[in-house]
């Protein structure tokens, strides 16, 4: 596209020019932030007045009408919702579960995976075959049928970037009870996604794939510490049964919201920059890290311009997606929409990694060239420890941009070393985030956008 050819012959000289000026305006934008931006009391409002956001519960509605009337208030251009049919998962009562050596009853804690079916009212007992990984559950084919299949994959402790340890196994979760299904097991136990060797299990999305009904296997998530007892019982022991029992159910789609606000570009408003975070949650904890942080930090990013008075030159606009966890319709509707309305959407930015201390950001884009200059801000935002620049993926909710533009996308990148501590967990509360580190996220974005604006040119 010509814009995107003229963004690397000729933006990047004017920016070299413009260090001092950008340095300063920088500047502004950090000091705003950190002694005015409102984002940490927008999260506290949002965690603890609302709570947890599961797609389709009513805490989701009244988020959404939070959101609404939130942006309402930043004078903005434009504020609307955009509908969006999302699934209606609900857990139900709380789980319960055991293994049962020689008639004693060991208890583990477990959360049922979203979308999984029930075990009968009574719960569900049987004999445990243990697995390391999906590959491994494969080979061994008819050998678990008729068995509960404890897939015990841990995540890599060796690897620095806790995001690719959760993206080497998360795979089990997503995919175990299909697998399983597919071969007449009788239930899915997978071990939580952290490094962590603690109590409390981590819930997240699963998928029955092409299964029949009565091929769908209840599937939970143990916690790791459970893991590790229940993998030493195995060892040790010749015969072990494990029994759980838990209540969910999938209800009618509902009717959701994205919600939208922007404002409009002083030189090329049909040209539009995206920002985001999920406004959903998981149904455990508060959603404070994933993803209210992502919400109040792109929220913050339009409100600092606003009150620094940077006329930006590009429409900026900033979306609170709804239904990444267990679906991403909100992403894939933003998308379509946008299309089928003929915009031009040219740069996205996501943040859904948590709150802490802003590292960086990661860029996904065909074009390496667009990489390297995308590289040389790093100049700009090293002052702030914000200096890693890498070519990666930019997170769920803006993806499906990809597939309709030829488009640049950015993921927010903080310290990744606390975040699975929490995710997806009760864990994920309010009181997990830093509000200054908040705060620093805000500004790291605020300005990586403002760089965007300045010189990406027609």
């Known amino acids: 596209m010509r814009y995107i050819l003229t963004f690397l012959v000729g933006t990047f000289f004017v920016?070299?020019?413009?260090?001092?000026?950008?340095?300063?305006?920088?500047?502004?934008?950090?000091?705003?932030?950190?002694?005015?931006?409102?984002?940490?009391?927008?999260?506290r409002d949002l965690t603890q007045n609302i709570g947890h956001r599961l797609s389709g519960s009513p805490q989701a509605e009244k988020a959404v009408q939070w959101g609404e009337e939130l942006m309402g208030q930043q004078n903005f251009d434009k504020v609307w919702l955009q509908s969006v049919k999302v699934p209606h998962w609900v857990r139900g009562e709380k789980e319960m579960a055991y293994f049962i050596i020689k008639n004693k009853k060991f208890p583990v804690e477990i959360l049922a995976l979203g979308g999984s079916v029930a075990t009968p009212e009574k719960g569900l007992k049987g004999e445990v075959i243990e697995v390391k990984s999906i590959d491994h559950l494969k080979e061994l084919g008819e050998k678990v049928k008729g068995k509960i299949v404890f897939i015990n994959q841990k995540m890599d402790e060796t690897l620095i970037n806790t995001f690719h340890a959760y993206g080497g196994?998360?795979?089990?979760?997503?995919?175990?009870?299909?697998?399983?299904?597919?071969?007449?097991?009788?239930?899915?136990?997978t071990r939580s996604l952290t490094t962590q060797i603690d109590d409390y299990?981590?819930?997240?999305?699963?998928?029955?794939?092409?299964?029949?009904?009565?091929?769908?296997?209840?599937t939970a998530a143990i916690s790791t510490k459970g893991a590790e007892e229940l993998s030493k019982a195995l060892k040790d022991n010749k015969e072990v049964q494990f029994y759980f029992k838990q209540n969910c159910q999938t209800l009618p789609d509902v009717q959701s919201f994205n919600v939208i606000g922007e404002i409009k570009g002083s030189q090329y408003p049909e040209k539009i920059i995206t920002i985001g975070g999920h406004l959903d949650s998981w149904d455990v904890g508060e959603g404070a890290h994933d993803d209210g942080t992502g919400v109040v930090h792109s929220l913050q990013v339009l409100k600092t311009f606003k009150a620094l008075n940077i006329q930006p030159k590009h429409t900026i606009r900033v979306v609170f997606f709804m239904n990444e966890e267990n679906g991403n319709r909100g992403g894939k509707k933003y998308a379509k929409e946008a299309k089928e309305k003929g915009e031009q959407h040219i740069i996205a930015l996501e943040s859904d990694a948590g709150g802490h201390t802003p590292r960086g950001f990661s860029i996904d884009t065909k074009n390496n060239t667009i990489v390297e200059r995308f590289k040389s801000w790093r100049k700009?935002?090293?002052?702030?420890?914000?200096?890693?620049?890498?070519?990666?993926?930019?997170?769920?909710?803006?993806?499906?941009?990809?597939?309709?533009?030829?488009?640049?996308?950015?993921?927010?990148?903080?310290?990744?070393?606390?975040?699975?501590?929490?995710?997806?967990?009760?864990l994920d509360t309010f009181d997990k985030v830093n509000e200054r580190e908040l705060e620093l996220g805000a500004a790291a974005m605020t300005s990586l956008i403002y760089l965007y604006d300045q010189y990406f040119e027609d």
Not at 30 to 42: M, P, V
Not at 183 to 189: F, G, R, S, T, W
Not at 201 to 218: I, W
Request: glycine share 10%; net charge negative.
């Open 169 to 189: 196994c998360s795979g089990m979760r997503f995919w175990g009870a299909h697998v399983a299904g597919s071969l007449e097991a009788k239930a899915v136990i």
């Open 380 to 426: 700009l935002l090293e002052p702030y420890g914000v200096h890693q620049f890498d070519k990666g993926y930019p997170g769920v909710d803006i993806s499906p941009l990809k597939n309709e533009f030829e488009i640049i996308l950015n993921g927010f990148k903080p310290d990744s070393q606390r975040y699975f501590d929490y995710h997806h967990t009760v």
């Open 15 to 43: 920016f070299g020019q413009n260090f001092k000026q950008d340095s300063i305006q920088i500047k502004q934008i950090f000091d705003y932030t950190l002694t005015k931006g409102e984002a940490y009391e927008w999260l």
């Open 201 to 218: 299990p981590h819930t997240g999305v699963m998928t029955y794939g092409d299964l029949k009904e009565e091929q769908k296997v209840p």
